[in-house]
């Protein structure tokens, strides 16, 4: 559902008039970043720097995420 959605994004906000985006997590402000409108970007944390697991080494996946959070962190207008 969330990879249909990132492919229908651009679309829903130009079809709903927005004026810009408010992604939270760094997943959604890469996929926001494709709108072309102006991007307010809200971070928590393990998004730019990974959540460890028990032993201290990241996931796959949380770095296979990093490097997206870190290009919608720079391509947005604002971050929080």
Same mark, same amino acid.
């Given at each position: 559902?969330?990879?249909?959605?990132?492919?229908?994004?651009?679309?829903?906000?130009?079809?709903? *008039?927005?004026?810009?985006?408010?992604?939270h997590?760094?997943?959604? *402000?890469?996929?926001?970043?494709?709108?072309?409108?102006?991007?307010?970007?809200?971070?928590?944390?393990?998004d730019?720097?990974?959540?460890?697991?028990?032993? *201290?080494?990241?996931?796959?996946?949380?770095?296979?995420?990093?490097?997206?959070?870190?290009?919608?962190?720079?391509?947005?207008?604002?971050?929080?």
């Open positions: 559902a969330y990879w249909k959605a990132l492919g229908e994004l651009p679309r829903v906000a130009r079809e709903a *008039g927005a004026q810009l985006v408010h992604a997590y760094g997943l959604s *402000g890469a996929a926001a970043a494709r709108v072309g409108l102006p991007l307010v970007l809200s971070l928590l944390g393990d730019l720097l990974g959540r460890p697991d028990a032993q *201290g080494t990241l996931s796959l996946k949380s770095r296979a995420l990093i490097p997206l959070s870190w290009y919608a962190a720079r391509r947005a207008d604002a971050v929080i």
